[in-house]
């Protein structure tokens, strides 16, 4: 199985900032990766598909990055509404695995 | 509007099996891969399994493969997910999601499976 080793588990920031979550795969998955974000009490909503493509809808100021084993989800200028949970996925090989989620939190 | 309705979960005694449904709105379901993925009550996300848009292949986590059954009716743009023989363990909110715009791109309200004696 691909482990997706995420990082940081939680993070607190303040509006405006910039945040950045990383999630590292124990094997290449190339570019098939995708970041989800969960609100309290909601089902997850997927932001960013094939490592780099923001899901229709998703602003701007959500950005991933990444291939083979390394992957990044950058939030520039963070808003209020940004506080969630975030999860990354691995959806290359069977199984899919996620990464273990970081909390986003208000200073 | 894409909408996906689970409906079936609730509280199960272990050893019981149980059926969760997804009904499917707002594109043409048939055309689609489809897939279940279950959240703890710690927030652990686990993937489940996906089925072709006919119906015709299924993959499945290996963990769970024995006691888990993914089906779809097309005809009722419906999926499911049979599971048999359930555990403490298996206490989750159980999620379908659809591979309309790529994999993983929609997601239900879920329905909370909770397994307890």
């Known amino acids: 199985d691909t482990v997706m080793t995420q990082s940081p588990a939680s993070m607190s920031t303040s509006v405006g900032e910039r945040v950045t979550v990383n999630c590292k795969a124990s094997q290449s998955v190339g570019t098939v990766v995708a970041w989800f974000q969960q609100k309290p009490g909601q089902s997850p909503k997927r932001l960013i598909y094939l490592a780099t493509n923001r899901h229709t809808g998703v602003p701007d100021r959500f950005t991933g990055s990444g291939f083979g084993r390394d992957f990044t989800l950058t939030i520039s200028n963070v808003e209020a509404e940004d506080l969630a949970v975030y999860y990354c996925l691995q959806y290359d090989s069977i199984p899919r695995t996620f990464g273990g989620g970081t909390k986003l939190e208000l200073k | 509007e894409v909408q996906l309705v689970e409906s079936g979960g609730g509280l199960v005694q272990p050893g019981a099996s149980l059926k969760l449904s997804c009904v499917a709105s707002g594109f043409t379901f048939s055309d689609y891969w489809m897939s279940w993925v279950r959240q703890t009550p710690g927030k652990t996300m686990e993937w489940i399994g996906d089925?072709?848009?006919?119906?015709?292949?299924?993959n499945y986590a290996p963990s769970l493969k024995n006691r888990f059954t993914i089906s779809r009716d097309n005809a009722k743009s419906t999926l499911y997910l049979q599971m048999s023989n359930v555990r403490s363990e298996d206490t989750a909110t159980y999620y379908c999601?659809?591979?309309?715009?790529?994999?993983?791109?929609?997601w239900g309200q879920g329905t909370l499976v909770t397994v307890s004696s």
């Open positions: 089925i072709k848009y006919d119906g015709s292949y299924t």
């Open positions: 999601t659809s591979g309309l715009s790529g994999w993983f791109a929609y």
